[in-house]
T-cell receptor
């Protein structure tokens, strides 16, 4: 099993450009999440999904969009990148609450995005 | 809303020293509590967890006890190794969406 994979690993964008980050999991998890990690601030939830075709906003959703067309994939889009979106982005997946290990999430290796 | 506060780093230790990282939380109800570890260049991995008051989570020599009366979940290890150098995150989770709320992370550097 590959677990949670993220594509790409690194990316540099100019302000105003767009891009999509891809997350894939092979553990048949219902729930998936996108976080951003900034120095001293831990991880903050951007958007999440509790099943195929569903998405919901997290703590810092502005400037991002997501889609969950297939259960195993969760896409994070930046329509018009800004320097404030320079960060490391992590995807994670988990079982639904009440099934499997309670609350445990499985993380991908991250994507380092720089917006100039 | 929920929040997690953990001590700021970096924490620098010598090999075989005792490690404590403090973590306190604010939440309604009875959250589950976690410690995640991030090794250089990698994603987060679950280190240990506790799902109810007075539970002790343990793994790889690390321990943490869920203290509801002090809303704390401090991480301890009796004798650290160079390989324990990493960033440690305290987190909590409640039912809706299994969402995790993280502390700011504590960088630990263990020197030989």
């Amino acid at each position: 099993n590959a677990g949670v994979t993220q594509t790409p690993k690194f990316r540099v964008l100019k302000t105003g450009q767009s891009m999509t980050l891809l997350c894939a999991q092979d553990m048949n998890h219902e729930y998936m999440y996108w976080y951003r990690q900034d120095p001293g601030m831990g991880l903050r939830l951007i958007h999440y999904s509790v099943g195929e075709g569903t998405t919901a906003k997290g703590e810092v959703p502005d400037g991002y969009n997501v889609s969950r067309l297939k259960k195993q994939n969760f896409l994070l889009g930046l329509e018009s990148a800004a320097p404030s979106q320079t960060s490391v982005y992590f995807c994670a997946s988990s079982y639904p609450f009440g099934t499997g290990p309670s609350g445990e999430q499985y993380f991908g290796p991250g994507t380092r995005l720089t917006v100039t | 809303g929920n929040s997690v506060t953990q001590m700021e780093g970096p924490v620098t230790l010598s090999e075989e020293a005792f490690l404590t990282i403090n973590c306190t939380y604010t939440a309604t109800g009875y959250p589950s509590l976690f410690w995640y570890v991030q090794y250089p260049g990698e994603g987060l991995q679950l280190l240990l967890k506790a799902t109810k008051a007075d539970d002790k989570g343990s793994n790889k020599g690390f321990e943490a006890t869920y203290r509801k009366e002090t809303t704390s979940f401090h991480l301890e290890k009796g004798s650290v190794q160079v390989s324990d150098s990493a960033v440690y995150f305290c987190a909590l989770s409640q039912a809706a969406g299994n969402k995790l709320t993280f502390g700011g992370g504590t960088r630990v550097l263990v020197k030989p």
